[in-house]
T-cell receptor, first 115, second 111 residues
Framework: GAGVSQSPSNKVTEKGKDVELRCDPI?????LYWYRQRLGQGLEFLIY????????KSGLPSDRFSAERTGESVSTLTIQRTQQEDSAVYLC?????????????FGPGTRLTVT | RKEVEQDPGPFNVPEGATVAFNCTYS??????FFWYRQDCRKEPKLLMS???SGNEDGRFTAQLNRASQYISLLIRDSKLSDSATYLC????????????FGGGTRLMVKP
């Protein structure tokens, strides 16, 4: 079946502009996660959504970052007034729930470059 | 102390070698354990789950030691295609019951 999809695959933007990244999770997966991965670094958790519960925003690095999810479907991650340090691959993952029992499946990521 | 710790490597091994990675985790209440593989410039992909009794999938064997809070991955008869970063993942213990990813161990298999 279809996996997690993300768009765009690559995004180049000028410093100070806003960007919006999109994630389509696997159908039926109630949990959705956003991570950031800088070049040569590990995964950095940003935010997760579980069903209709309030999202866990504890990993968002600043108030320039926000995310929304419509029900149990598409999610968008918005970065306002982008900075060069925001350059990274933004990965989305989904799982059946957040119990930790179920593995996460990742999308191919959006490579963001801020010039 | 990081929640999930791994030796970043790189581990450089010849084809056909056996190589083992260890990973330690800090939260004794953790309930689920996985190994993921991440190729260069690609997303992480599930390699295998890790069960208390240990489990094997072809050339790969994963083991869990709850008492010492470590997880291991053994790769036998290494192939060039095994070259990747291996991520240790632990979950089911914190308030959100999320998975926590280690920083990864890089493996390079050479001819």
């Amino acid at each position: 079946g279809a996996g997690v999809s993300q768009s765009p695959s690559n995004k180049v933007t000028e410093k100070g502009k806003d960007v919006e990244l999109r994630c389509d999770p696997i159908s039926g997966h109630t949990a959705l996660y956003w991570y950031r991965q800088r070049l040569g670094q590990g995964l950095e958790f940003l935010i997760y959504f579980q069903g209709n519960s309030a999202p866990d925003k504890s990993g968002l690095p600043s108030d320039r970052f926000s995310a929304e999810r419509t029900g149990e479907s598409v999610s968008t991650l918005t970065i306002q007034r982008t900075q060069q340090e925001d350059s990274a691959v933004y990965l989305c993952a989904s799982s059946l729930d957040t119990s930790g029992t179920y593995e996460q499946y990742f999308g191919p990521g959006t490579r963001l470059t801020v010039t | 102390r990081k929640e999930v710790e791994q030796d970043p490597g790189p581990f450089n091994v010849p084809e056909g070698a056996t190589v083992a990675f260890n990973c330690t985790y800090s939260n004794s209440a953790s309930q689920s354990f996985f190994w993921y593989r991440q190729d260069c410039r690609k997303e992480p992909k599930l390699l295998m789950s890790v069960y208390s009794s240990g489990n094997e999938d072809g050339r790969f064997t994963a083991q869990l030691n709850r008492a010492s809070q470590y997880i291991s991955l053994l790769i036998r008869d290494s192939k060039l295609s095994d070259s990747a970063t291996y991520l240790c993942v632990v979950g089911g213990s914190n308030a959100g019951n999320m998975l926590t990813f280690g920083g990864g161990t890089r493996l390079m298999v050479k001819p």
